[in-house]
Each structure stands twice: as structure tokens, then as C-alpha cells.
């Protein structure tokens, strides 16, 4: 666990002038002089603001520490026998065949062509500007996207009305660019925190805007407190102030607008406020959002302590929650405490195991046990295989979000980069057009005809990305010889460490499948007449060394 002692990070474009203490982080020799690169010395000359990854605004940026245990201590077992999901046939059998579609619900079904989705994109700037890319590429994958926490209240064209919203553009903007490319598959899910409930968004959204899902948000894995956005100009500071949020200074101090218009500061701190959870309350609210129209009532929750999730599988469980996304630490986002957002949280594998057994349980009950998403610092194929095997049955699906908007992000600057014909060297060997460059260009051409040229790059890149995915996701499952997501299950998976079997309760690599080598040894084999004499004489089968 090699982060603690950090006192420098590309997170906040520090660094340390010396090796590092082992305890403090610091440069081992400290030098009066030094005109200050760590986090230290830069907190000294900019305060707070080294709270946060750097340019704050611009970036998404994930945990640096090496926790204990990760899906990396994990391995996907492959077979050499039979097929589950299809006929075991070689010429069926194959790769191409896996079945990655999916339905999750309670009661009413949304259909998904993969089993991954992305996080919520909610009030940040580096959000709003992707909006299009990744709201037009999770349509045309068939996946679901989430409009994230804070979009109206911070919609500088939204109106609020005794303290309701009653129009918001920038909400408007974000619903209609997904159904404009709904093909029935997927969905898009507006998510609720403190403020947003208080506000009467999802209300709106439902009412206004035809939406059908909702998200209540108890919190994300990347930290442990509200939102956060910076704010320009002091007349921003005081509309946000003014519809009910936490900003700091205080704009209406007249010592603060003094100070601000005279460039001691030079931008002011928009957060949101804690959430606190109720249980009645909770389910009071689910019953309002289906009474006023929601079709799906969605939870998210973080990585906190264990009674908490067992509180989020509870509710859940009792208010027939249509999903539950657990989000575990480890993972990322683009307005967390840089430290916070290592140092604090239960990581993604405990958080699953923990999940896992707490879903059991309420089986075990006869409960209704929730669909279930896993997220935090998922971003490739086996991520997504050891995530679904791990909490198998209960996990359908898992959450993208930095990778989602890592895909969107580059394929919005390479294809400005195209059209400015500034192509970067590296790419140069795949051509000088959208069409040599962008993989799936062709594929969507056909899909889509003249419509194509209404998809943005970025979308292209989010695209491409979900199918490199899925290819990837199949083929590992051909490999374990599971060709559709039901088929998957725990023991696809076997731990490499002690460690790692202990706290998941999947088997040790050297303990893995021992019941059916025994059978295969003594039993199976020696049934059809083959090694009769293996118990009397083993070393007739041992090869000599030369």
C-alpha cells in the first residue's frame, strides 16, 4: 500500500527534490531555499486549492494506491471441456457466439446489448462539453448513461421557482441528444443528491422531459463528501448561493466581493451538502418518484463502511429497487480530494465480497435480492469477467466511468486534431481521415447511412472502445466455455494469493476444482479401465529423468 508516504503526484503536478521519508513523504533532506515542488510547498503558496487534482476542471483522475488486494490477484479459469449457453459443437462454440445482452430490473425490463454502462456525468465543465460524445455513444452501444448530480441548480439558463426547478436547457439538452439515438436499448437515468432532491429534479425530469429513470445517489467511491465546482465570476457564486448551495467564501460578504473584484482570490467553491439517510424516508421517496411517473428507481452508494452497504442491500431489497450500483474505492472521478480519494473507502474487491455476502444473505431469506452493478477503477475486459464472476449471481452489470470518458475525451481530440490536419505522428501510420484512423467508421457508415455525419468523434471513440470491450469480454468467456452472461459464476475464477481466497472465499490456485481431480485420478478414469493400477504402482507412470 505505496501511496501514504506520497507527498508529490502527476495528480497535483508536484514532486519531491529528494528520496522520500518513508513516514512523512517528505524529502529526506528538507533544504532551507528550495523554492518548494511538493505538496507541501505548494499548499503553502496555494492553500486549498492543492485539495484537488490539477487544472481542476479539465481532468478526471483516479487512486494511485496499491491496495492489498485487486483483480489482479485474481486469474479467469479457462476449460478445455463442453460449452455452457450453447451447443457444444466446435463450429458453434465460438467466440463470435457469446451472448453479452442483458436485462435488468425489477418488474419493468431495460434491455442492454452489453453488460457495462457509464458513470454519471454530472454539474463539471469536462462533463458538459463530453455530454454529446458519450450521451450519443452510450445510445448507439445500447448501454445506459447517467446524467450525474447538480445539472439543474448549476444550468445558468434554469429557473427556480419557490424552490422547485420548473426549466432547465442544459437538462433539456442532455435527455434529448439520448432519445434522439434510442434504439431501444439502454437508457438514460437522472441521479439525485441532497439538492437536487430538494429542488424537484427528478420531478421535473419525469414530468417535463419523459424520463423513466431515476437515481437516488447515498454517495460514489471516490469520496466521502458532496460535489465540488469552482466558480468563475462572483455573479455566479451568488445565483448558486442563492438556490441553496454551500459556496465558499461567502459571496454576499461584501469583505469578499471587495477582496474578490481586487484579485486576492480569483474563484469562489460550489458544494454540495451531505446526504443523510433515512429509512423511511427512503422509502417514501421511491413511492413519490413512481407515483410521479418513474418507470425504474435506481440507488448508487459508496464505499462506505459495511453497515452502510448493509443498509443499501436492505432498502434496497425491501423497496424492489430496480438496480443497485455499488461504486468501491480505488476508482476515480473529476472533482474529488486528491488524498481522499486514496486514503479513504473500502476498495472495490472487499466492497464486492462484502456485497456478495450480504446478497446471499438476503436470498438465503427469500428476500428479493436486487440487480446489482459493480463500479470503481473498472476499465478493461477481465475487469469487467472478474467483476460479474466474483459477485456472480447477483452482479449483471458494471460501471465504466473514467475509462467511458477516457474513450470520448480522445476521440473528440484526435478528430479535431483530423480536422485541423494536425494529425499526431503515432497515427500517421493508420492514414490521414476519420475513416483510416477511427476503426469503426465503416461499420457505423452502413449502420447508419447519412446519419453518420451527425455522429461526433467522440462518440466514435466511445463506440469503438464498448466494442473492443464486448469482443474481449466474449472471447474470455468462450475461453471459460460460458457463452452467456447466466452461465457465468464464481468459480470462473480462482484466487493467486492466500490472501485473495481468504477475504473472497474463492479457492486457492493449488486448491482449485480438488473434488474433481480426485474423482478424475481415482474415479472416472479408472471406471473405463485406464489406470486401474494407480493406487498400487505410481511410479509406472512417472518418467524417468534422462
Same mark, same amino acid.
Given at each position: 500500500m505505496s501511496f501514504s508516504r506520497i507527498n508529490a503526484s502527476a495528480a497535483t503536478s508536484t514532486r519531491t527534490r529528494t528520496e522520500s521519508s518513508p513516514c512523512s513523504g517528505m524529502c529526506v533532506v528538507c533544504l532551507d531555499g528550495c523554492p518548494g515542488t511538493c505538496e507541501i510547498a505548494?499548499?503553502?503558496? !496555494?492553500? !486549498?486549492?492543492?485539495?484537488? =487534482?490539477?487544472?481542476?476542471?479539465?481532468v478526471t483522475a483516479g487512486s494511485a494506491k496499491e491496495y492489498p488486494i485487486d483483480f489482479s490477484h485474481f486469474s479467469i479459469q479457462g476449460s478445455c471441456v463442453g460449452a455452457e449457453g450453447v451447443e457444444a459443437d466446435s463450429d458453434k462454440a465460438i467466440f463470435p457466439n457469446v451472448d453479452l445482452s442483458l436485462e435488468i430490473g425489477a418488474k419493468e425490463k431495460i434491455k442492454l446489448k452489453v453488460p457495462f454502462f457509464t458513470g454519471a456525468l454530472g454539474s463539471t465543465e469536462i462533463a458538459r462539453v463530453h455530454w454529446e460524445n458519450m450521451a450519443i455513444g452510450a445510445a448507439i452501444c445500447g448501454a445506459i448513461i447517467v446524467i450525474g448530480e447538480n445539472v439543474c441548480a448549476m444550468d445558468p439558463q434554469g429557473e427556480i421557482k419557490n424552490g422547485r426547478v420548473v426549466r432547465s436547457p442544459e437538462m433539456k439538452r442532455r435527455v434529448e441528444i439520448f432519445k434522439n439515438w434510442d434504439e431501444g436499448y439502454g437508457e438514460v437515468v437522472v441521479q439525485m443528491n441532497v439538492e437536487d432532491t430538494r429542488l424537484k429534479v427528478a420531478e421535473y425530469a419525469i414530468e417535463k422531459l419523459g424520463v423513466r429513470a431515476v437515481e437516488l445517489k447515498w454517495g460514489q467511491g471516490a469520496k466521502d463528501i458532496g460535489g465540488e465546482v469552482k466558480l468563475p465570476s462572483l455573479k455566479r457564486a451568488l445565483q448558486l448561493n442563492d438556490r441553496g448551495y454551500l459556496v465558499f467564501p461567502n459571496p454576499q460578504d461584501p469583505e469578499v466581493q471587495k477582496e474578490f473584484k481586487e484579485g486576492v482570490f480569483g474563484e469562489f467553491e460550489r458544494h454540495s451538502r451531505l446526504g443523510m439517510v433515512d429509512e423511511e424516508e427512503f422509502y417514501r421517496k421511491v413511492e413519490e418518484l413512481r407515483e410521479v411517473g418513474a418507470k425504474y428507481v435506481t440507488l448508487k452508494t459508496g464505499a462506505y463502511r459495511p453497515r452502510d452497504l448493509a443498509r443499501a442491500v436492505k432498502f434496497a431489497s425491501n423497496a424492489r429497487i430496480d438496480l443497485l450500483t455499488v461504486d468501491g474505492a480505488g476508482g476515480g472521478t473529476g472533482m474529488s480530494p486528491w488524498r481522499m480519494? @486514496?486514503?479513504w473507502g473500502i476498495p472495490t474487491v472487499y466492497l464486492e465480497c462484502l456485497l456478495y455476502n450480504y446478497l446471499n444473505t438476503l436470498k438465503e431469506m427469500g428476500a428479493?435480492? =436486487?440487480p446489482c452493478a459493480m463500479a470503481g477503477g473498472l476499465s478493461l475486459e477481465d475487469h469487467i469477467f472478474k467483476a460479474l464472476a466474483l459477485g456472480a449471481p447477483y452482479i449483471s452489470a458494471t460501471c465504466l466511468g473514467r475509462s467511458s470518458m477516457a474513450a470520448a475525451m480522445v476521440g473528440n481530440t484526435v478528430g479535431e486534431r483530423i480536422k485541423k490536419g494536425k494529425i499526431p505522428s503515432r497515427l500517421k501510420k493508420y492514414g490521414d481521415s476519420l475513416d483510416h484512423i477511427f476503426i469503426m467508421t465503416d461499420h457505423l457508415k452502413e449502420k447508419y447511412g447519412r446519419d453518420f455525419e451527425k455522429i461526433p468523434a467522440g462518440a466514435i471513440g466511445m463506440y469503438s472502445y464498448y466494442d473492443r470491450l464486448a469482443v474481449g469480454l466474449r472471447q474470455f468467456m468462450a475461453g471459460? !466455455?460460458?457463452? @452467456?452472461?447466466?452461465?457465468?459464476? !464464481?468459480?470462473d475464477l480462482v484466487a493467486l494469493t492466500p490472501e485473495a481466497s481468504r477475504v473472497s472465499n474463492i479457492p486457492y490456485i493449488m486448491e482449485a476444482d480438488r473434488e474433481e481431480v480426485e474423482e478424475i485420478l481415482r474415479g472416472g478414469l479408472a471406471d473405463n479401465g485406464v489406470f486401474q493400477e494407480l493406487d498400487k504402482a505410481p511410479s509406472r507412470f512417472i518418467t524417468s529423468k534422462r
Open positions: 505548494m499548499s503553502a503558496l !496555494r492553500g !486549498r486549492e492543492m485539495l484537488y =487534482p490539477q487544472p481542476f476542471g479539465q480519494m @486514496n486514503e428479493f435480492v =436486487p471459460a !466455455r460460458k457463452f @452467456n452472461l447466466k452461465t457465468i459464476t !464464481r468459480s
